[in-house]
């Protein structure tokens, strides 16, 4: 299996497949090292974009999800039926792809001087998707809490969330496209991911206040050093984007803007 050694996803679940048994200690290998000459017939521009699984008896290649499934079939022979059946094959292959053509944003890495001659290709139609998945569930979940904040902040619904996030977004795209705009589609990209990060963290630990049945002010000052982690991280993004601090900035005084209107209309 050639998976990407810029990824850090690929390299852990690759690495989970070694220790699980479903590939053996020389199953897996980083694609950026491999020879031309161990596989002519290898597409590297696909085995970029989607997981390759060499057959090295054969020279037989699949790619993405096929790889995958035909890894867990041999394993797992409960896994098998499923390479025949469509519509799952189908639903697999665009989760697959709405993963693999985002996991540079979803877990970044550091860009390297002597980067692999391929790159993954980018695809507008599953980063489009990736911000619109993020800016639903980050809405819906932020929406549904606004009791723990009860006079403090207002009650709502989940749609001015989705129109507080969707402003966020258009204001963030602007700068961005501004500043650099080579860097937009990677920086939204990670924007999204930070914000669905801090509210899944959000939900985690309000399931948990009511799991202990401690007090709702737990999870409010439970979501503080959530804030914080959430700005240490798209700073530490930013700086692998070579972008500085100027969306930082923008990013955080757009929150205390509408941190300070949403006070203002219960006051």
Known sequence: MLYDAECPMCNLYTRAFVRTGLLDANGREAYQQYTDAACPNLDWQRAVNEIALVNQATGEVTYGVDSLLKVCGNAVPFFAPLLGWKPFLWLARKAYAFVSYNRRVIVPAQVSENQFGYQPTFNIKYRVAWLVFAWVVTSCILGAFPWLLAGIYPEGAISRELAINAGHILLQASVIFLYRKDKMWDYLGNLMTISLAGALIFLISTLLCVWFRTGWYIAGLCFLPVVFLMIREHLRRCKLLGLG???????????????????????
């Open 245 to 267: 601090y100027l969306p930082t900035a923008t990013w955080v005084l757009y929150r205390v803007i509408v941190l300070l209107i949403s006070i203002h209309l219960i006051s």
